[in-house]
């Protein structure tokens, strides 16, 4: 995971609960958003898009590797809408 960089006035009790397995995603995606600025959360988003055209090239028959590209994408959906103060619905497609 690439690190965070934090807004001004941020403090690292943020970081620590968007790390912690404990925590459900809901809250980490508050804590990520409220972290981060949103023109950093979309250079992850980025990331993921560059991401998942090369496994489409490569062509992969494992599993694992779709459902987490469609984790990585749903949570920084949720994170970006959150950021930008909105709320978004996403049916998410695997087991945390």
Known sequence: MLPLV???GSSSSVTST???PDMDFAT???AIAEHLQPSFIL???ACV???YHN???LGPSDERIWEYIDMCWENF???IARANGREIE???GYEE
Do not use: C, D, G, W
């Open 43 to 45: 250079q992850h988003i």
């Open 77 to 79: 959906s949720v994170t």
């Open 18 to 20: 968007a790390v912690n």
């Open 49 to 51: 898009y560059s991401l």
């Open 55 to 57: 496994i489409v090239a």
């Open 90 to 92: 996403i049916e998410f």
């Open 28 to 30: 980490k995606a508050t």
């Open 6 to 8: 934090p807004r001004a």
